[in-house]
């Protein structure tokens, strides 16, 4: 049925945000909104990875684009997909990572 599939497809974004560094992500408004690692003075901005997924956003720039948003903790990076309507357009975005082979943790 539908309703598995849109579960396991969203577990599967889960599993995909947390590969490339994202502690949350919201499905709102049309759009699928990742948040980035709140501490700012974290290894994982310095890492590999974190440079993988600033290519791969440059070379996406369509279909997704970096934010910094201001809360209450301080300033907070985005990761923004546009056109994101269902669970399984979520996915279809996420996918650009997976593709770029961004690299897991060692």
């Known amino acids: 049925p539908k309703q598995a599939i849109d579960l396991l497809n969203s577990l599967r974004i889960k599993w995909i945000s947390a590969s490339i560094g994202l502690e949350k992500v919201v499905m709102k408004q049309g759009k699928m909104i990742g948040y980035f690692i709140a501490d700012q003075n974290s290894s994982f901005y310095q890492s ?51 593709e770029a082979k961004i690299d897991n943790p060692a």
């Open 48 to 98: 590999k990875k974190f440079r993988q997924v600033l290519e791969s956003v440059q070379k996406h720039p369509r279909s997704c684009t970096m934010k910094e948003k201001k809360t209450r903790n301080g300033l907070r990076l985005l990761l923004v997909f546009g056109a994101v309507n269902s669970v399984d357009a979520g996915l279809e975005r996420l996918k650009l990572f997976e």
